[in-house]
């Protein structure tokens, strides 16, 4: 069973940089696509970034085009978000997922970590 655990959130100023990290653990992870989305209070969940287990074909949500950066180490199972630049509106509890499908739909996927909180002041 895969599990996924986030770290490296915390509390910014504008501007600042942070990179979150995903360790996932489990079954092989041959046709995954991993993601990132993110949730701020009192709003729905929404797609941040995705990439391919074996990388390329990053996809990014408008908002954060150009300040974001997806990756995926292969030899240690960990996603990475790394994200500059950051705005007050990026304030959120950001989770990984893993799936099996191109999407950025959050139906698409089936395991989700626990979520680390960034908050970003002006």
């Known amino acids: 069973q895969v599990q996924l655990v986030e770290s490296g959130g915390g509390s910014v100023q504008a501007g600042d940089s942070l990179r979150l990290s995903c360790a996932a653990s489990?079954?092989?992870?041959?046709?995954?696509?991993m993601a990132w989305f993110r949730q701020a209070s009192g709003k729905e969940r929404e797609f941040v970034a995705l990439?391919?287990?074996?990388?390329?074909?990053?996809f990014y949500t408008d908002s954060v085009k150009g300040r974001f950066i997806i990756s995926f180490d292969n030899p240690k199972n960990t996603l990475y978000l790394q994200m500059n630049s950051l705005k007050p509106e990026d304030t959120a509890v950001y989770y990984c997922?893993?799936?099996?499908?191109?999407?950025?739909?959050?139906?698409?996927?089936?395991?989700w970590g626990q979520g680390t909180q960034v908050t970003v002041a002006s």
């Open positions: 997922a893993r799936g099996s499908q191109y999407e950025s739909n959050a139906r698409a996927y089936d395991t």
């Open positions: 489990g079954r092989p992870f041959s046709r995954t696509v």
């Open positions: 990439t391919r287990w074996r990388g390329g074909s990053e």
